[in-house]
């Protein structure tokens, strides 16, 4: 008698373009693209990677706000035993795709495999753009209070300006939010100086990057979007021939 073929779940590479230059891009992210019978993204980190698909992979581009909406489709397509690719900007893993993969993979009880594929995060192209800011200690914060309520952000900016941590600020201002770089920079300077230096940074290796040094004090006269990432650097942060320096001790401890 025979049985009913039940398929095989197939596999999810969630795979990290990074900051969008192709040289940038890990050689496991773009083996994943080639290899992929289905590519899934918003479409312009798509454009950002055309001519590294393989011409007969099926192309699912959304628009952004739809996140939800690509884990799902890709973690389907996966079930259903394909091979298939889902493509985040930066790294997966940070601000990305990969936590809500999980979360619905979960929910869904999914059996396919799920390969996280990491990628050049934006706080890493950013800060080699600039120098060397992050050498010492550091936090991350979003401003986007989409998702996490602003009260809960603003405690944790107030957590660390006093640690003296170099901060990196993701999603800093969009033409609905303006406020909350305002209330951050406010935080900060209650805690630093002033002259402190800050890197504002967007489209880093893109072909419209734009690189500015200002300070913590002055900082809300440069332009400031959504895509722009902001790192302010702590007490000890020095900026040398364009460039912005936290020095992580070695003059210190070994009198250089």
Not at 87 to 114: H, K, T
Not at 245 to 250: A, F, Q
Request: hydrophobic share 45%.
């Amino acid at each position: 008698m025979a049985t009913a073929q039940t398929s095989t779940p197939g596999t999810l590479s969630v795979v990290g373009l990074g900051p969008g230059a192709t040289d940038l891009m890990a050689p496991r992210a773009q083996a994943a693209l080639e290899q992929a019978e289905i590519v899934v993204g918003y479409r312009t980190y798509l454009d950002l990677v055309r001519d590294c698909l393989n011409p007969q992979s099926e192309v699912l581009s959304s628009s952004m706000m739809q996140e939800i909406d690509r884990c799902r489709k890709a973690l389907e397509l996966a079930e259903a035993g394909r091979r298939v690719a889902l493509v985040c900007g930066g790294d997966p893993g940070i601000y990305a795709m990969a936590g809500l993969v999980f979360e619905l993979a979960r929910s869904m009880e999914a059996q396919a495999a799920i390969d996280i594929i990491p990628g050049i995060a934006a706080l890493n192209s950013c800060a080699a753009v600039l120098g060397a800011p992050l050498m010492h200690d550091f936090a991350a914060i979003s401003l986007s209070d989409l998702m996490t309520p602003w009260e809960l952000i603003e405690r944790r900016l107030e957590a660390v300006a006093p640690a003296d941590f170099v901060v990196v600020i993701y999603n800093p201002k969009s033409k609905k939010r303006t406020d909350q770089i305002v209330r951050a920079r406010e935080i900060l300077l209650a805690h630093r100086s002033p002259d402190t230096p800050v890197g504002i940074v967007s489209g880093a290796t893109r072909e419209h990057e734009s690189v500015r040094l200002t300070t913590l004090g002055m900082m809300l006269d440069e332009e400031i979007g959504m895509q722009t990432t902001v790192i302010i650097g702590n007490s000890q942060t020095f900026v040398w021939r364009e460039k912005m320096i936290t020095p992580r001790g070695y003059s210190k401890k070994y009198g250089l």
